[in-house]
């Protein structure tokens, strides 16, 4: 180029030059978790799913309780099912642990109540994937040809 005309090069610097200078930002697990505990406290339940603490003051942020009311069309329908989720230590990185209190015969629940690790969600977890998603995708997975007419343990029954 003929001196004194700049190039677009003088004003952009190349990508690897910008690769170093960008950084991500991640949220610390106690304001992710303050962040979805407003949210639940904030939700109507139209998307069929609530969520919340199950100790108030856990200062921890590790021990919540989730609710799915069961889906129209399926044998999941005018049931509401109770979930223990647990959020250790290196939750929003590692997914959390997910256990229905409230019995059900679903594919991706074991014997236990425990939902299965090798499940959906579960398998591919993401840093950006919420409880509010988990329980929304249990709850599309009682639609699921799979599941929508298994025939469920007794209404009201619950995991030992």
């Given amino acids: 180029l003929a001196q004194g005309h700049l ?7 190349p990508p690897d030059v910008v690769a170093a200078h960008k950084m991500a930002v991640v ?19 139209t998307s069929g799913v609530s969520w919340g603490l199950s100790i108030p003051d856990d200062i921890t942020l590790s021990s919540w309780n989730g609710t799915i009311f ?10 509401i099912y ?11 990185d590692q997914a959390p642990a997910i256990t229905f ?3 059900i015969n679903m594919s991706c ?10 499940w959906g969600i579960m398998a591919r977890w ?5 409880l509010e998603n988990i329980l ?20 009201g029954a619950t995991y030992s």
């Fill in 126 to 130: 993401q840093r950006e994937y919420t």
């Fill in 7 to 13: 190039c677009v090069a003088d004003f952009f610097p």
């Fill in 82 to 92: 109770s979930l223990s989720m647990i959020c250790g230590p290196r939750y929003p």
């Fill in 109 to 118: 629940v074991d014997a236990k109540g425990q939902v299965k690790p090798t």
């Fill in 70 to 79: 069961g889906p129209l069309g399926t044998t999941f329908e005018n049931r």
């Fill in 27 to 45: 949220v610390p697990r106690s304001f992710r978790l303050l962040d979805e505990l407003e949210k639940g406290q904030k939700g109507d339940a």
């Fill in 101 to 103: 209190c409230t019995q």
């Fill in 136 to 155: 929304e995708q249990l709850r599309r997975e009682m639609t699921n040809s799979a599941n929508r007419k298994l025939p469920q343990p007794a209404e």
